[in-house]
DNA sequence: ACAAACCGTAAGTCATAACTTACGGTAAGA
DNA sequence: TCTTACCGTAAGTTATGACTTACGGTTTGT
């Protein structure tokens, strides 16, 4: 899974929050709307949005359909933020301690 | 730092291309717009985006400004992160085996 | 002191994405 | 079978943000 959509998805707010209802285990469609500010419909696309970024999956149930938390988008951004890390450190240490001047 | 800010500082890709650039060492605004398919301004308002989500910091040198990576808001997305990653990885395992039904 | 280099910001344009309501489709229950 | 519950998508509106050009401020060098 691409880092990129990922990192696009966890942007929005609301999109978050729906990840964060997630947290605790996997809930249907109706119940993560409920008590949000926003309407089904609105939590469903942001559902398609997290789907596609690798964050969440989905099962039906019935009529329903439960999503869960899918750590491969995570995974995604995990990865390409540990890449980063090592440079950015040596970058900043060489920044702060060195102070040398690069045009 | 707030995650919230570097998390939608990280988003747009030429925003990303711009802390890319900055992975090698500290540079100038001119420098790091040089080559890039959008103005010096856009990348003007870029790093200050990105210098608000604590992502990069800079300094005077002469006329210009140096900027370089700061490890503060990608430590502030690490750690969100991690703090995520435990409750995702059991969640998803509860439901790959059990298929048990949460409303 | 004057000119040149470098950069940040203001103002305005345009695309995108986040929301709403309305609708249709599928599965369960009477 | 008919109704009800649950959900995804289409269509339309609106806010936001990414970009451009224009301008002004500051520092260096002559």
């Known amino acids: 899974m691409a880092y990129q959509s990922?990192?696009?998805a966890l942007a929005d707010p609301t999109r978050r929050h729906?990840?964060?209802r997630l947290r605790g285990g996997p809930k249907s469609v109706g119940r993560i709307a409920h008590g949000m500010t926003v309407s089904r419909p609105a939590v469903?696309?942001?559902l398609k949005v997290l789907k596609q970024a690798g964050l969440v999956s989905?099962?039906?149930v019935g009529t329903r359909r439960v999503y869960y938390i899918d750590p491969k988008g995570l995974a995604a951004?995990?990865?390409w933020l540990d890449q980063f890390w090592e440079d950015a450190l040596q970058s900043f240490?060489?920044?702060v301690e060195k102070k040398d001047v690069s045009t």
Chains 1, 2 share one sequence.
Do not use: G, N, T, Y
């Open 93 to 95: 240490k060489a920044e």
């Open 6 to 8: 990922a990192l696009a």
């Open 18 to 20: 729906v990840l964060e």
């Open 44 to 46: 469903s696309q942001h």
């Open 58 to 60: 989905d099962r039906a």
């Open 77 to 79: 951004i995990r990865s």
